[in-house]
């Protein structure tokens, strides 16, 4: 299983963004899948996750009703709508896949693949 993450970029503050994660080499219908990201100097951090069915998501405090995952199991792709951004959102956001868990976990360690990451910097 392959993992595209897309949509990255420069953005003013207040702005939005749209964050893409194509699957290949598998189906995502399979998957339970989060987003994660990390900033200069600090550690990765869960960001928002979904289950299979796409029916229970969760999102980190920090990004609650700014951050909003989904999934389109139909055309294998993840998304992370990002409203409202600030500069504490400034990272590099990776898509992540667990093949075993019916509900998305919150623990890192559990996914089984990662995609290479695309870059969110938000100007002030």
């Known amino acids: 299983v392959q993992l595209q993450a897309s949509g990255g970029g420069l953005v003013q503050a207040g702005g939005s963004l749209r964050l893409s994660c194509v699957v290949s080499g598998g189906t995502l219908m399979a998957l339970s899948m989060a987003w994660f990201r990390q900033a200069p100097g600090r550690e990765r951090e869960l960001v928002a996750t979904?289950?299979?069915?796409?029916?229970?998501?969760y999102a980190a405090d920090s990004v609650q009703g700014r951050l909003t995952i989904s999934r389109d199991n139909a055309k294998n792709t993840l998304y992370l709508q990002m409203n409202n951004l600030n500069s504490e959102d400034t990272a590099i956001y990776y898509c992540?896949?667990?093949?075993?868990?019916?509900?998305?976990?919150?623990?890192?360690?559990?996914?089984?693949?990662w995609g290479l990451g695309t870059l969110v910097t938000v100007s002030s």
């Open positions: 979904i289950n299979r069915g796409g029916t229970y998501t």
């Open positions: 992540a896949a667990d093949k075993d868990s019916a509900l998305a976990p919150g623990i890192m360690a559990w996914y089984d693949y």
